[in-house]
């Protein structure tokens, strides 16, 4: 059974760089950084940087998506600092919008907000 989202692991090709990236992206530092991993507590789910890309396709192979509130402000924030969106915003039902971005790193990186 599943209970939440707990770990989001992106590969990354330059740990250093995804690290400084995901910092300014998030506004938090990492709490775990060795040259082999490093982890983000997004709020209580890690947001994990493994540099090691042996068998890995850079792209869109799965999608998780981030609450955040609001996403205008974290799309714009994004493109700022290198993303590009892969899907626009939009409205899927109420309140709720959607939208992906791909970090320079190839990752696409799913962004939801409202109830």
């Not at 998506?65 to 969106?85: C, F, L």
């Not at 899907?87 to 907000?113: C, M, R």
Request: proline fraction near 3%.
């Amino acid at each position: 059974m599943f209970n939440k989202l707990r770990t989001v692991i992106y590969h990354v090709n330059d740990l250093q760089n995804a690290k400084a990236w995901y910092s300014q992206l998030t506004g938090i530092k990492p709490y775990f950084d060795e040259v082999f991993y490093v982890g983000f507590d997004i709020n209580g789910c890690e947001l994990g940087l493994d540099p090691d890309t042996t068998n890995i396709q850079s792209g869109n192979n799965a999608v998780a998506y981030w609450s955040i509130d609001d996403i205008h402000i974290a799309i714009e924030k994004a493109i700022a600092i290198g993303a590009t969106v892969v899907s626009p915003i939009q409205n899927v039902g109420g309140t709720i919008e959607v939208a992906i971005i791909k970090d320079p790193f190839g990752n696409h990186i799913g962004l939801i907000t409202g109830a």
